[in-house]
């Protein structure tokens, strides 16, 4: 199989998290705009991306047939129908598929394809589109080339992480979820900024900027959460009045909650053929 860089690739079902991996890949100069295809019920929504130079469609065997990797991105109702809609046109010998899709198991997919066809189960988020997702990887079976490829490709696109497939419904609920969740606790953020006397837009940029370097300590240290949380509470200080304010009014309880409720929701999003 030949490097990733060098082969078409298809992207059936470009809404938000298919459009992000696009806009993430050609921001990394894996690709140029007119080697991926992109794909959706109706062309007219892809203008914008035709303009770009990407190539635009509403034929999803015809994008299958044109590229070697093929991404599908469409939402978990949709699934059997492209699966049924592609078929006759994977190639086992050239095709490597990968599937963003919540909660779709590679068995699930394998068996409307074709049981030779490799595939590999990725879980981005839409940060990907600036170069910053946390994209967690699973496969079964799999061909060493085709995952050297797919990991390429998101190790591009911000880090990545192999894990076991059982935990793939999991990884959406804290990765590919989780990005709102942190951009709502920065809009709470924002927003008591603006209560205690910041404009709305000075109170966004610093709150952003907070979260992101709070984020980067972690990422470049290593450390527990607690152990960076220490340096800043004081004893009798402003850091841990506020720390604990919070936590009697269930901060750390309800994100725990929501996680682990969007994945008890992702687990049944998608109902494979019986």
Known sequence: MTSSTDRRLAILGAGNIGIAIAR???????YEPGRITLTRRHEATLQEFKQQGYSVGVD????V??????????????????????RAAIDV???AVVSVVSGASISAIRAELGNDVPIVRAMPN??????ESMTCIAVDGVQEDAVRDVVRIFDALGRTLLIS?????????????GIAFFLRAIRAASQGGIEIGFHAGDALLMAAQTAKGAASLLA???QHPESEVDKVTTPQGCTISGLNQMEHHGFSSALIR????SAEKAAVLYAPKK
């Open 220 to 222: 470049k240290s290593n």
């Open 165 to 177: 497939e059982d935990q793939m419904v999991p990884a959406t609920a804290l990765c590919a979820c």
């Open 258 to 261: 929501g996680i682990v409720t």
């Open 126 to 131: 839409t940060a990907i589109a600036i170069g």
């Open 65 to 86: 047939r044109s590229s070697a990797m093929i991404i599908l991105a469409v939402t978990p109702q949709q699934l059997n129908g492209l699966l049924a809609e592609i």
């Open 93 to 95: 010998k050239r095709h």
């Open 24 to 30: 993430g890949l050609v921001s990394a100069k894996l």
């Open 60 to 63: 999803n065997a015809e994008a």
